[in-house]
């Protein structure tokens, strides 16, 4: 504190020299501020690093054992099946999986035949050009901070057993409670992986643009089981940094499954059968040609008619 006790004019030089380097500091960074930094990619990510990272703008699929999962902005159309069967949401992070019994986990209520939230049967899916389409739906607040969302669980099912209701979760909070046969597995061999989504690249909305998930058709080809049982986990991993988060907000998430119809393509051909029918009524227009005898003898009259006039014109002329 000595420095201080300098004098009033020691103190007035001082704070006139800060002002003048203030002043070219000013000057110098008008003079280079004319090249802007370009802006950042995108948030600062996680960590740890996320296995598949729709987020990036630069990427747009990615597959973890088998399974692809690829930003798909294409809703769905009038000519095609979608049926949502699960809808999540918590706060934080959010678990559930596809049943018709109510109040699971952090399922939406209500389950059951006819909701968003129900048991599906393989005889409902349908694989097109070798794959199982599965819609993932996720709808977050659009502010810089809350719009990433991380899927960190992912594990698929075949059972017998309808309208399951287990809450059991394991020592890392996953449920542990399914009953059937693991189809898939996201964080299968130990391994734990998850895809980080962001709210403004792959939702715009509820029932917009979503991720779509491609299963292999093999995957399902023996599932010894009825029913199809799908749980997921989201919001678990949460970023180490202050601008973003990747834990679960706002509304629901919602998984739908889907496939295009090209068997209506088949009907068509069968409207070509009917085509052979017309052919039959060709036959009965032959019979209509009866009565044509008259319009030929008519024919015959015209003619007729014609020699007689230019017979009598002839006969004007000599
Ligand atoms: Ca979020
Ligand atoms: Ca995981
Ligand atoms: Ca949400």
């Known amino acids: 504190m000595g420095a201080t006790k300098t004098g009033r004019d020691g103190a007035s030089v001082k704070f006139s020299g800060t002002a003048l380097a203030l002043a070219l500091g000013l000057i110098a960074s008008v003079v280079h501020a004319a090249p802007q930094p370009a802006p950042p990619a995108g948030p600062p990510w996680p960590t740890p690093a996320p296995t598949i990272n729709l987020a990036d703008p630069a990427v747009t699929s990615g597959t973890i054992n088998g399974v692809e999962f690829k930003v798909d902005k294409t809703q769905p159309t009038g000519s095609g099946v979608f049926q949502p069967f699960l809808r999540i949401q918590q706060r934080g992070n959010e678990q559930g999986y596809n049943t018709n019994t109510d109040q699971v986990l952090d ?174 009524t060709t036959g009965t227009t032959g019979a209509v040609s009866s009565p044509g005898s008259s319009s030929l003898a008519l024919l015959g009259l015209g003619m007729m008619g014609t020699a007689l006039w230019r017979r009598k014109a002839r006969g004007t002329q000599a």
Not at 178 to 193: P, S, V
């Open 107 to 280: 399922n939406v209520q209500p389950a059951g035949a006819g909701q968003f939230t129900r048991d599906v049967t393989f005889n409902e899916l349908k694989a097109v050009n070798g794959f199982f389409s599965f819609i993932l739906d996720i709808n977050e607040s659009s502010s810089e901070k809350n719009r990433l969302i991380s899927l960190d669980g992912l594990k698929l099912f075949a059972t017998n057993t309808a309208s399951q209701s287990s809450e059991t979760v394991d020592s890392s909070g996953n449920a542990s409670g399914i009953i059937g046969n693991l189809l898939w597995d996201m964080d299968a061999g130990g391994i734990d992986r998850y895809v980080l989504l962001d709210y403004d690249r792959i939702g715009t909305g509820s029932g917009a643009s979503d991720m779509l998930m491609s299963v292999p058709e093999a995957l399902f080809a023996n599932p010894q089981g009825t029913n199809f049982v799908l749980w997921s986990r989201f919001g678990v991993t949460d970023s180490s940094n202050s601008s973003t988060n990747t834990t679960s907000d706002a509304g629901f998430e919602e998984w739908a499954y889907t496939y295009t119809t090209g068997s209506s393509g088949s009907t068509g051909t069968t409207g070509t059968t009917g085509t052979t029918g017309t052919t039959g």
